[in-house]
């Protein structure tokens, strides 16, 4: 089971850490992505990486902004996200499988958290 956690509100600019905490299973092995979907749109891929190397793919939108990492002792993945935008708005969600090419397309991960709430305010 994946839980998601760290959304809150946020003037444009700033920043928050979104976690992923696994239970049930270990992240030893495979990737964990983070997704977000605001309303009135579709899922999209935020970044993702991979359990054991921590190979990392960002979507072109975030990259520079956002970084995906993960504390193998603690079993999370994170999510920093800076200078942050109205745009950025959504709930994120995360997601875990066996391979990297399977949590970054939004349809691809087989197992998802419930989602935590991001609001940028301008």
């Known amino acids: 089971q994946l839980q998601a956690s760290g959304g809150g509100l946020v003037q444009a600019g700033g920043s928050l850490r979104l976690s992923c905490a696994a239970s049930?299973?270990?992240?030893?092995?495979?990737?964990v992505g983070w997704f977000r979907q605001a309303p009135g749109k579709e899922r999209e891929f935020v970044a993702a990486i991979t359990w054991f190397s921590g190979t990392t793919r960002y979507a072109d939108s975030v990259k520079g902004r956002f970084t995906i990492s993960r504390d193998n002792a603690k079993n999370t993945v994170y999510l920093q996200m800076n200078s942050l935008k109205p745009e950025d708005t959504a709930r994120y969600y995360c997601?875990?499988?066996?391979?990297?090419?399977?949590?970054?397309?939004?349809?691809?991960?087989?197992?998802w958290g419930q989602g935590t709430l991001v609001t940028v305010s301008s």
């Open positions: 997601a875990s499988d066996s391979a990297l090419l399977a949590v970054i397309t939004p349809n691809g991960p087989r197992y």
């Open positions: 049930g299973r270990t992240f030893n092995s495979g990737a």
